[in-house]
Nanobody, 114 residues
């Protein structure tokens, strides 16, 4: 079955950095579009970053220039490098892909606070 397992969340001070990882199984990873979403308390889940099978990337405006999505097809893993973190980046971050149907990871908490 398809599994997406995130790791790398935590507590970081404003201006700090974190790297999220999402290990995928059960799909032909190199063919999959991989996405990172986030959901803050009381807010709707939003698409933060996406990477195509060919490596093209897209970002929500609020993270452009600060976040970088990348993939390692040999490791079936997608990453989200987050720099210059702000308190408003605090959320649960989810890995997502659509492989006939939508699949989500369990989520990893990112808290940006001093």
């Amino acid at each position: 079955q398809v599994q997406l397992v995130e790791s790398g969340g935590g507590l970081v001070q404003p201006g700090g950095s974190l790297r999220l990882s999402c290990a995928a199984s059960g799909i032909i990873f190199r063919l999959a579009v991989m996405n990172w979403y986030r959901q803050a308390p009381g807010k709707q889940r939003e698409l933060v970053a996406a990477i195509s099978s060919g490596g093209s990337t897209n970002y929500v405006d609020s993270v452009k220039g600060r976040f970088t999505i990348s993939r390692d097809n040999a490791k079936n893993t997608v990453y989200l490098d987050m720099n210059s973190l702000k308190p408003e980046d605090t959320a649960v971050y989810y890995c997502h892909t659509t492989w006939r149907v939508d699949y989500w990871g369990q989520g990893t908490q990112v808290t940006v606070s001093s």
